[in-house]
Nanobody, 115 residues
Framework: QVHLVESGGGLVQPGGSLRLSCAAS????????MDWYRQTPGKQRELVAT???????VYADSVKGRFTISRDNAKNTVYLQMNSLKPEDTAVYYC?????????WGQGTQVTVSS
């Protein structure tokens, strides 16, 4: 049973920064790609960033140059560093992995960018 727990969300002003964390258990973490998604009301869940087991990274165009995904396999944790935040980044952010053909999701953490 894969269990993902996000943390680090909150309220920040435009231009500010946050670092989200996702702690994983129930899997050999180092062997699997990890993702960050986000979702706002009325919109489809959007893939924000991916990091593979080999540490290759992929970003949505909307966050390129501002967000950085990384992982610490010793801590079974994936991070999303978010800089230069904009109001349109406001969303619930979810950690995700595809483990043995099954999707696993965290509970989500709210990020609100507002003055």
């Amino acid at each position: 049973q894969v269990h993902l727990v996000e943390s680090g969300g909150g309220l920040v002003q435009p231009g500010g920064s946050l670092r989200l964390s996702c702690a994983a258990s129930g899997m050999i973490f180092s062997l699997y790609a990890m993702d960050w998604y986000r979702q706002t009301p009325g919109k489809q869940r959007e893939l924000v960033a991916t990091i593979t087991a080999g540490r290759t990274t992929v970003y949505a165009d909307s966050v390129k140059g501002r967000f950085t995904i990384s992982r610490d396999n010793a801590k079974n944790t994936v991070y999303l560093q978010m800089n230069s935040l904009k109001p349109e980044d406001t969303a619930v952010y979810y950690c995700h992995t595809r483990y043995r053909l099954n999707d696993s999701w965290g509970q989500g953490t709210q990020v609100t960018v507002s003055s």
